[in-house]
């Protein structure tokens, strides 16, 4: 049933599979940090800034934490927009149309009332969905959190009602990407029947041919036409990845 | 010659001080022999009753504790004692308003000029008067994180009472307070590091101790026209918008802090209409690998 062995392709490079690394742990560390802020009046929330010695230590460590992803969302941007164009491992991130066509023949193949499954190209709706999140979140949480942090800046030019709204946008949106990852990135990382306990592919860093061209089909004919799908038959020890 | 005279000159000092607080501590225990006990009490002509009993520990870490009991209780020398002008317990403790006068005459006058000071002056009951925020044997400096953590606490036994805001035309700010970044930053200092002094403004920090008045007065530190100035007392580099960040202790709403208020509703939205189809996606998917995909593989 499983895909997994054979020859493999690289899906994710090392320094993506480091940025991943470090938005998980720097997540968990905001989260930890953000939450018991947020519910400051709870029995829960009142133990967890106790254990951590107190709110001014926890604003430091949240603070910290929040400019170290800025700068790796920052560094995330330019090496997009630097890589944009190479043929393979590139962004491939961009939303179209066909994603939703892709959802809604998702949704119609999942029920049952089709027998083809869309053709995902390298990304499918689903992880592109995942993506956008990521980036789209952590924008709001930064704008709202730098406002909240520099409260007398950010009223030399702008009304002051922007302070209590961006403190309203930063737990909302906080709320939103921790129910995205607990609903959508678990089940489909960790409880997924295929991938249960959990997808090794950001660690690993590679998927096999075979799993592509089941998962990733449109990303499997580009690999053929590319030449980078070839080699050893699937479940021989000697299958090497190919260059990319 | 001149530096040794400087020397015995300061232990001469040091040891009068010192034996005058020996003198001190050994009249005032003459007092606490009686005045220790628990349930000690005076009743005045009406009925009305007020507790006498001083807590020789609390009393001791108070910053009066220098001073002997005759200071403030002057005449009560002999037992039993001479009976007290005041009919009640109320007017006693408005009678004592004055001997705190006697040293902190520029807290007494602020006071007088302020809300709560006037009221007294109309004769309210129930507006604080210098006790009943700095207790009468247990004043402690205000500085102390002690005092200033509690301090929200402290106004809010009034101004978290809607009957009695009610009666002066006040709002009920307490709540709201406690959930603004100031408050719930107190709020932590106070439960989680009481040792450290609270960072974040206390309720006196904006509106003063002692000559609180309402924002509509033009001379209140609140007032539209001088909040920036107090906001600036600690947020010294405020923009000229900063004071209109201030959300007044009240609930954003379709009138009042517009944009807040529609932010919380589209999370309100979003939040759960996100949760909705992400359930629903995953079920689906659930109801794919266990149902769908046996069947197929069955046919």
């Keep these: 049933m499983r895909h997994w062995r054979g020859p ?47 709110i001014a230590h926890v604003r430091f460590i949240h603070r910290t934490a929040a400019v170290l992803l800025v700068v790796m969302g920052l560094y995330h941007v ?39 499954r869309p053709r995902f190209g390298r990304f499918d709706y689903r992880q592109k969905f995942e993506y956008w999140a990521v980036l789209w979140g952590t924008v709001i949480m930064a704008v709202s959190g730098l406002v909240m942090w520099f409260p007398e800046f950010t009223t030399r030019w702008l009304p ?27 089940y489909n990382a960790h409880f997924r029947p295929d991938v249960f306990p959990m997808d090794p592919a950001m660690f690993t860093g590679t998927i096999s041919v075979e799993r592509a061209r089941h998962e990733h089909p449109a990303e499997y004919e580009e690999l053929e036409r590319l030449g980078l799908a070839g080699g050893p038959p699937p479940g021989s020890p000697t299958a090497r990845p190919p260059a990319s | 010659m001149r530096r040794a005279r400087l020397a015995v000159l300061a232990v001469v000092a040091v040891t009068w001080l010192w034996a005058g607080r020996a003198a001190v501590a050994q009249e005032n225990a003459a007092c606490l022999g009686c005045h220790e006990a628990a349930g000690t009490e005076v009743t005045f002509p009406d009925g009305s009753r007020l507790g006498a009993t001083v807590h020789p520990q609390r009393f001791g870490a108070s910053v009066h504790a220098p ?77 102390t994180a002690a005092f200033r953590n509690n301090a929200p606490e402290l106004c809010g036994n009034c101004h978290a009472d809607e009957a009695l805001m009610a009666r002066y035309g006040v709002r009920v700010v307490y709540q709201a307070y406690t959930e603004e ?45 001088n909040v920036l100035a107090t906001c600036r007392t600690c947020h010294a580099t405020a ?32 939040i759960p209409a996100t949760v909705a189809v992400l359930v629903a996606l995953t079920a689906l998917d659930l109801w794919y690998w266990v149902w769908v995909r046996r069947r197929r593989r069955r046919a």
């Excluded at chain 1, 164009?85 to 179209?96: G, K, W």
């Excluded at chain 1, 302070?163 to 709320?175: F, N, S, T, W």
């Design chain 1, 8 to 54: 493999q392709v690289e899906r994710f490079s090392l320094l993506q599979r480091l940025e991943h690394f470090v938005l998980l742990v720097l997540f968990n560390v905001l989260a930890l940090t953000g939450l018991p802020q947020k519910y400051s009046t709870s029995a829960w929330g009142e133990q967890l800034i106790a254990v951590m010695g107190g």
């Design chain 1, 78 to 116: 330019v090496v997009v927009a630097a890589t944009r164009r190479r043929p393979v491992r590139r962004h491939d991130m961009r939303l179209s149309l066909r994603d939703l066509r892709d959802l809604w023949g998702d949704v119609r193949f999942l029920a049952g009332l089709s027998r083809e």
């Design chain 1, 160 to 186: 002051g009602v922007v302070v209590p709204a961006a403190r309203v946008a930063h737990g909302g949106e906080a709320l939103l990407a921790l129910f995205a990852v607990i609903l959508w990135h678990f």
């Design chain 2, 67 to 143: 001073l002997p009991c005759v200071t403030c209780h002057a005449g009560q020398t002999d037992y039993p004692h001479p009976p007290r002008a005041a009919r009640s317990a109320r007017a006693y403790q408005v009678a004592a308003q004055q001997i705190c006068a006697t040293c902190h005459a520029e807290a007494a006058a602020a006071y007088a000029a302020g809300s709560h000071g006037r009221a007294v002056a109309r004769g309210a009951t129930d507006v604080p008067l210098c006790t009943s925020c700095h207790t009468a044997h247990e004043v402690v400096p205000p500085a």
């Design chain 2, 181 to 225: 970044f100031h408050g719930v930053t107190t709020r932590l200092y106070r439960i989680v590091t009481p040792m450290s002094p609270s960072p974040a403004a206390v309720c006196s920090d904006c509106h003063t101790a002692h000559r609180v008045l309402p924002p509509t007065d033009p001379a209140s530190t609140v007032s539209p026209a």
């Design chain 2, 239 to 270: 923009g000229r918008f900063f004071a209109t960040a201030w959300t007044e202790h009240r609930a954003p709403s379709l009138r009042f802090a517009t944009l807040v208020y529609l932010v919380q509703v589209f999370y309100w939205i979003l």
